[in-house]
């Protein structure tokens, strides 16, 4: 049973992941990625429970925790081009300089 | 007995999730813009996850592993509607953002013909 569910969520990855390489904009790629994460957190959940040890959800759980704040860092770095400066920041960053 | 109910549970929530989470993923490849792409991808997560994860609890029992799959299942319920929020916005937000290949109903204006 564990088996056969890891198998299918392994299809979906696969699938999430052939939208991330056709993705046209990057925006479709973030969210192939954001979705193949929160596959992975499932397939790890699933696949402790195949091998008898449950001791894996806590590194399921950390992975669902990174998954979501690298999505939101790389919207943001995409958005800035920066990682250290808000919105409404006089910071300009040096390439853009007149 | 009550194990064989148990187990045939857990089977049925499990195949469930994983349907749902693969009419999602083919969502997810198949339908023709960014914006009809969001919405598969961020509402099956939550139903998806959601079954396959009752499915793990109830093969668990009560014990402290039904206790970390119930901080997965909260976790991604808050997060995976953030994230695609945050994207939404982030596209539109964008000046050379993504088209909307649909247009919405209820205006004047005549619809393209789509063709992906």
Redesign the interface.
Known sequence: ??A??TL??M???G??L??AL?G??V??R???V??FG??T??MI??MG?LSGR?DF??I??IY??I??IS??AV?KF??YGDMGWPRGSDHIPPERRQ | MSELLI?AC??LL??GG?VI??I???G??RMPD?YT??HP?GMT?TL??GL??LG?ML??GPTL?TV??L??LL??WF??P???H??AR??L??PEN?KPLLQPDLTDKETPPSSS
């Open positions: 049973m564990f056969a569910a299918g969520i299809v979906c990855m699938l999430a052939g939208r056709l046209p904009t925006y479709d973030i969210l192939a954001n979705s929160a596959k957190v499932l959940a699933v429970f449950p959800l806590d399921a759980l669902a925790l998954n979501f999505t939101i919207l995409i958005r | 187990s857990s089977g499990l195949a994983i989470m693969l999602g993923s083919l997810l490849l960014f792409r969001l991808a997560d998806g996850a396959v994860l793990l093969q668990a592993v970390k799959l901080l997965i976790l991604l997060t995976s953030v994230a695609s945050a994207l982030a596209a937000a964008d993504p």
